[in-house]
């Protein structure tokens, strides 16, 4: 899921459910929103993240 730094809480795209951002696990951080996208593809392919990410 990404989100923007500062960001507290997240409605999840999949299911609707509210995310507490502070509870969750960070996975990685990103400077721009390309690096980001590119972040998100890799940890998908390498490590087999599912769509639920």
Request: a positive charge; proline letters at 4%; glycine letters at 6%.
């Amino acid at each position: 899921m990404l989100t923007a730094k500062g960001q507290k809480t997240k409605i999840c795209p999949y299911c609707g459910t509210h995310v507490d951002l502070l509870k969750a696990q960070k996975v990685a951080s990103a400077a721009d929103p390309f690096e980001a996208s590119e972040i998100l593809r890799r940890l998908k392919s390498e490590q087999g993240f599912s769509a639920k990410l």
